[in-house]
């Protein structure tokens, strides 16, 4: 089993910037696909940003293409996701998750095995 921690959320306007860190520990080499999700408030999980933990290959949603970054630090057992130009529609709770190997990366919320608990984002007009 796999524990997720993330952290970094927070308050910010339109045009600000925020990275959100999720800390793995436990049964870590099995989390091949590391994932950021969020759900907004009567909306459904979203996929945000994936990457491949050993190879680092990286996957995101169209509409943070170009604003968001997800990168990871193996020494740590950390994925970041760095987010800017956010936009009140970035705004909800972001969840970090892990999925064991898929052929293709992942990007249902029904594919990740283990979650952090939730930080959450708001941006404001």
């Known amino acids: 089993q796999v524990q997720l921690v993330e952290s970094g959320g927070g308050l910010v306007r339109t045009g600000g910037s925020l990275r959100l860190s999720c800390t793995a520990s436990?049964?870590?080499?099995?989390?091949?696909?590391m994932g950021w999700f969020r759900q907004a408030p009567g909306k459904e999980r979203e996929f945000v940003a994936g990457i491949r933990w050993t190879v680092g290959d990286t996957f995101y949603l169209d509409s943070v293409k170009g604003r968001f970054t997800i990168t990871r630090e193996n020494a740590e057992n950390t994925v970041y996701l760095q987010m800017n130009s956010l936009k009140p529609e970035d705004t909800a709770v972001y969840y970090c998750?892990?999925?064991?190997?898929?052929?293709?990366?992942?990007?249902?919320?029904?594919?990740?095995?283990?979650w952090g608990q939730g930080t959450q984002v708001t941006v404001s007009s």
């Open positions: 998750a892990s999925a064991r190997a898929y052929l293709v990366f992942p990007r249902v919320a029904s594919q990740y095995e283990s």
């Open positions: 436990g049964r870590t080499f099995s989390s091949y696909n």
